[in-house]
């Protein structure tokens, strides 16, 4: 199993990024092949400030191997270094009809009523998407229900890719769902999925957040005043509760349903505490070592080269194909 899968470069896990895919992404490391890389070019499909943006790549490194990420077991490194993506993507892009872009709603969701004044590369972000997969001839890709339908996108590329051109080019690649991957949400509206842009940072844990702050969120988050039931049925309508349960759950490695027969009848002003108090044991560990490797730059750096180079000589048969396909000359 070759298993690929990209991170924005914000400079800072959340506690969503990391039990919704960087936990399973450790796990994975052990199962097979893996390539894991920030998505820097994906970043410049809207306004970045380039300092910045050189800053969150580094920081983001830094992150993922405090959180357990091993440059030793997996591949890890950024799209800018590693052309073929890039390349890959402008075949793609020649070969991708409009019209599946249309139905795209990751477009439509970003660009808001300022659609002219979106980039083109914004519209075509999919297309980078599927080349950063089909590039290593991954056989799955690990995604959350909001990806599905890009790597459909992907397969449906890759498909008339082979077709078109008379080749098997491309191998289509599978959705590798994680056992214990959790769908985080705001932590102040249960239906709403916790994001950076949020202008309260009380809506999200931040893997940087020190315990203090950590364990003041969890206790400001948004509750009901009804006590937890003893099974997750009962917390249908209840989107706070359920998002609450559901982050205990995943940071101590139980069932939703074995959280709620330990604290089935009793109120939140018992169950908060507790989960402020697993959230910094599991995180503190984390933050410690984050800030002890964001300081290192030339290390980081060192992380970025090797892994740039192991996937740049694993894509480069991939890329090559593609452009015989197409009957470009390259001898």
Same mark, same amino acid.
């Given at each position: 199993m070759r298993t690929v899968s990209g991170i924005q470069p914000t400079g800072n896990l959340h506690l969503g990024n990391y039990l919704g895919a960087i936990k399973n992404w450790v796990?994975?490391?052990?199962?097979?092949?893996?390539? !894991?890389?920030?998505?820097?070019?994906?970043?410049?499909?809207?306004?970045n400030d380039p300092a910045e943006l050189a800053a969150n790549c580094?920081?983001?490194v830094a992150a993922l191997v405090a959180a357990g990420v091993d440059p030793e077991k997996s591949i890890l490194f950024n799209q800018a270094r590693v052309p073929a993506h890039a390349e890959l993507?402008?075949?793609?892009?020649?070969?991708?009809?409009?019209g599946w872009l249309d139905r795209m709603t990751q477009f439509k969701e970003k660009?808001?009523?300022?659609?002219?004044?979106?980039s083109l590369g914004l519209y075509g972000y999919p297309v980078l998407q599927a080349a950063d997969v089909l590039v290593y001839q991954a056989t799955h890709v690990p995604v959350g229900e909001d990806q599905k339908q890009h790597l459909e996108l992907a397969r449906d590329i890759a498909s008339k890719f082979n077709s078109d051109t008379g080749t098997e080019t491309f191998v289509l690649p599978e959705? !590798?769902?994680g056992k214990t991957a959790a769908r985080i949400m705001s932590l102040r509206d249960g239906n709403a999925k916790r994001s950076k842009s949020d202008p309260s940072d009380l809506s999200r844990i931040n893997m940087s957040d020190d315990d203090e702050t950590i364990a003041r969120k969890f206790k400001k988050a948004k509750t009901d005043p009804e006590p937890l039931p003893d099974n997750m049925a009962d917390l249908a309508d209840r989107p706070e509760a359920r998002n609450l349960i559901g982050i205990y759950a995943a940071l101590a490695d139980q069932s939703q349903d074995a959280v709620l027969a330990e604290y089935a009848g009793k109120g939140f002003g018992d169950f908060k505490p507790a989960l402020a108090d697993l959230a910094v044991s599991k995180l503190s560990p984390i933050?410690?070592?984050?800030?002890?490797?964001?300081k290192d730059q030339t290390a980081i750096d060192a992380i970025l080269r090797d892994g740039s180079e192991k996937a740049s000589v694993m894509a480069r048969p991939t890329v090559e194909a593609a452009y015989a396909a197409l009957g470009l000359l390259r001898n």
């Open positions: 796990k994975m490391q052990d199962e097979g092949e893996c390539l !894991f890389f920030l998505a820097d070019l994906h970043a410049i499909t809207v306004h580094r920081e983001m993507a402008w075949m793609l892009i020649c070969n991708t009809p409009m660009s808001g009523k300022h659609k002219q004044r979106a959705p !590798f769902i933050r410690q070592r984050f800030e002890e490797l964001r």
